[in-house]
Structure formats: structure tokens, C-alpha cells
């Protein structure tokens, strides 16, 4: 992360500018058809959740060797898998037989996979081992039958799948933020909770009210608005789409406004701007994460279909060892919850909205450049050509507002 000068600086430019900077690009608008068209929630489904890192879940769910747990929320089953030797895997719940599923519990313990059809048997490498009657299958090569791999890669303990073999390491995916990200300690952090809402809109309206500030005063007059600045607000835009928030807190720390006793345990190598601002990421193609000293959530957005969508809301913290869970987890918890209900209030009307007759195109302002910057990225990931050319994000969002670092 940028030194925390260098951050107030930026602050204080957006507390007082009187309009966007120079040059800084008009979006045109964003067509409504994105939102509704059958057509371009084919080409998302074909090629940007086929091709793109997708948070699967966290060692916490597995913690022991043998332990799995069924991972269907991005449309595919799939096992996650904490192998014997410590590692963990990821497979299509597939049997190569006759492609019964292998898992049906949604988590368990096993010391190999057995398909409950006919009895075929896998160890944690995803190897057949063994079958029954064996006679009646003519050469059967078994090295040919190994369970379906689904790449997995671990970001300390959070859980990260691509179906796209040849996808580009999570490293690379996610470079300019991993050194921001590493005063979390994510090999550290304790899964807390989850919730899940369903939501009758578009998985991407919903995404969008955790992608800018622009609605706070508005539907947050009395929960996020006290504490927090919008308008110092400040957008970095990263490669592949990513971004992040940085808006100044109006009060001493982010439980403030809550008003509980904030019991729970710091991340102690956590630096100043995330215990003094609102620090939000935005992570292709469909997380959001507001990061602070105490821990964060994670907000994911599946598409059940094209207009409904499952909201995870997944939550880690500093680790309380062996002490009883903090109780202002709880407290924080159902507070937080109050704001995701101010903020998903809107999507069912809006759904409707875009898909009446008259609803034309999206006209986004400076403040929700972090929307439109993820616009272009998905286009780009597409294939700018795959797409018809009504339904595009034009990409007037030159390199030079792009930062590398
Ligand atoms: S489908 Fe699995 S053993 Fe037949
Ligand atoms: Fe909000």
C-alpha cells in the first residue's frame, strides 16, 4: 500500500476538488441490456465464471486431512478436498463412471471417495483404485479415470477455484494487492460466520451498492453515513478490474456508530489507514471486502439466474485461541446486517426498472468509476468481439488511470 501520506494527500485532493481531474474520461452510458439480456448473461457464464479465480471457501471448513465439503454456489459441484498429506485439492463431484456424484453430504470425512452407484473408489489424488467386478470391463485403464481436477489455489487459508486450466496463477491474478493485503495475515484469520440472502435482481445491481459510496447518504442516514467521509473518498482502479475504496472515518474507529463494546482481538501488524479509514476492495469478478484491524467480510455474488442471486456474506477474524468467541461478533454482526438490508432494498425495484419497457442506459458518475472501470474489465475478459456491440461497456478508461502498483 501506498504510504499513508501519500493516501491523505489523495484524500484531501478529493475533499476539495470541484469536479473530476483533468481529463478524467465521461463515461457513455452503461447499457440496461447488460443487466437483463439472455445473450450476455450466456457470454458471463461461458467465459467470466469459467475463466476467473473464485472464492471457494476456507481451510476452517476443512481443517484435518480427509475432511471435504461440497462447493456448488458458482453453478459447478465440486469437492474441496484437505488431503492426507496436508494438502488440499479440488475435484468435479463426478464419478468417471457414469458421472453419479461421489459426495452427497455437504461436508464429511473420508479416507477415500466412493461413488455410492456402483462402488467406485478414489483416493485423495483423485485416482481410481478400485472397482467391482472387475471382470466385466475389457481393459480398463485406470490411470485414464482419475477424478476431474478443478485448479485450486490457496491465499493463506481462503480457497480459491478457476475451472479454466490454463488460468494465470492467483499470484499473478492478484499482484498489485497482495502487498496490501499481507498486514491481514490471511494465513492467519479465523472463519467467524456466514450468512446467505437470496435477492431478486441481477447478481450485478446487487454487487454495485457495495462498489460506491454515491448512495450513502441516501440509504445510510443513520448507520454508515455518521461515520464516514464520502467525500473524501478515493478510487484506485487495478488491472483485470479490481479496485479499491478509501474513504475517511468521521469517527474514532468503525465500530463507533454501532455503539457496542468492541471486544474482539486486533490484527495487530494492521497499519493506520485501515483503522482510520472505510479501506473496501472490490475483486473480480465477484467479491467485495471492506478490510480492517478487527478482520473482514466478505461479500460474494452468485447469479442463480438472470435476474436472482445468492449473497454469501462470509465473515474472518483475528484468532481468539482457546478464549470464548468475542461477543461483539454476535452484536457486530446483526448491526452490519441492518446496513446489507439498507443496501439490498433496492434491488428487486431496480430489476424491474431495467427490464421495463423504457429503461435505456446507465449514467455513471466519477464517484462510481470503480462500477464502470469493472464494466470494461468484464468486456475485456469476454472478448470485446464476443459481444454485441449494443451491449458493450466502451473503453474510454485509458491505461494511465489504471494503477500498476
Ligand atoms: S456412476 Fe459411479 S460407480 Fe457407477
Ligand atoms: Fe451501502
Known sequence: MEDTQSIRAQINYETTRKGPPEGFPQFPDLPGKRYTDQ?????????????????????????EPGCFKLWETAGQPVILLHTRTGGVRAYYNTCRHRGAPLVREATGKADRL??????WTYNHDGELINLRDKRDFVDLDFSCRSLYPVRLERLGKFLFANFDPDARPLTQEFAPLLPQWEQFQFERLRFVHKDSFSLKCNWKIAMESNMEVYHVRS??????SPMLDHRGNVNTLYPGGHGRMIAPLKVQNHTETAAIVDDRPDIETVGEIPRTCILSFNIMPNLVSPMNEKGLPIFAFWPTSINTTTLEL???????????????????IDYFNMI?????????GIQQGVESYAFGGVPL?????????????????IGIGNIPPELRAAPVIEPHWISQT
Request: hydrophobic share 35%; glycine share 8%.
Open 340 to 348: 446489507v438490508a439498507e443496501d439490498t432494498q433496492f434491488g428487486d
Open 365 to 381: 458518475n466519477y464517484q462510481e468509476a470503480r462500477l464502470y472501470h469493472w464494466h470494461q474489465a468484464v468486456d475485456e475478459i
Open 314 to 332: 462470509w465473515w474472518f477474524g483475528e484468532d481468539w485461541g482457546d478464549a470464548p468467541k468475542p461477543r461483539s461478533w454476535d452484536t457486530y
Open 39 to 63: 445473450r450476455f448473461y450466456d457470454l458471463e457464464k461461458q467465459q467470466l465464471w469459467r475463466k476467473s479465480w473464485l472464492f471457494a471457501g476456507h481451510m476452517d471448513e476443512i481443517p
Open 219 to 224: 440509504i445510510h442516514p443513520q448507520t454508515v
Open 114 to 119: 466412493t461413488c455410492g452407484y456402483h462402488g
